[in-house]
């Protein structure tokens, strides 16, 4: 099962092929994807992206997993999670969120098992 790439991107929309609705913030995983709410996890821009955030992805079975942190980087990515993520033997990849989202796509087309968790503004 492949993971789906992300078509479009811009201020506040994300769109993932396949899906039919635009996400603000999205997760996508191998055969595929839904929005990030933080409410569920009680996320804010500081301290961050949680472990509880990234779990759903890591449970698809992803060896590469690409954190997209805005589009001026507000959100943050504490090092209680990125060892978190390593821990799981999964290799990570922080970015600004355009060039996380073409980083993922990169590695979609090179048929990676890859998982994504993207902020789509600020």
Not at 77 to 98: F, H
């Amino acid at each position: 099962m492949s993971s789906p790439e992300i078509v479009s991107l811009s201020w506040g929309h994300m769109k993932v092929k396949g899906c039919s609705s635009a996400y603000k913030d999205c997760k996508v995983w191998p055969g595929g994807s839904r929005g990030w709410d933080w409410r569920e996890t009680g996320t804010e821009h500081h301290p961050g992206v949680q472990p509880a955030d990234l779990e759903e992805v890591l449970q698809k079975g992803v060896e590469t997993l690409v954190i997209g942190r805005g589009m001026s980087e507000a959100m943050q990515v504490p090092s209680s999670t990125v060892d978190y993520v390593k821990k799981r033997g999964v290799e990570l990849r922080v970015l600004q969120t355009e060039k996380a989202v073409k980083e993922y796509n990169n590695l979609v087309g090179q048929g990676a098992k890859v998982g994504g968790v993207f902020h789509s503004t600020c």
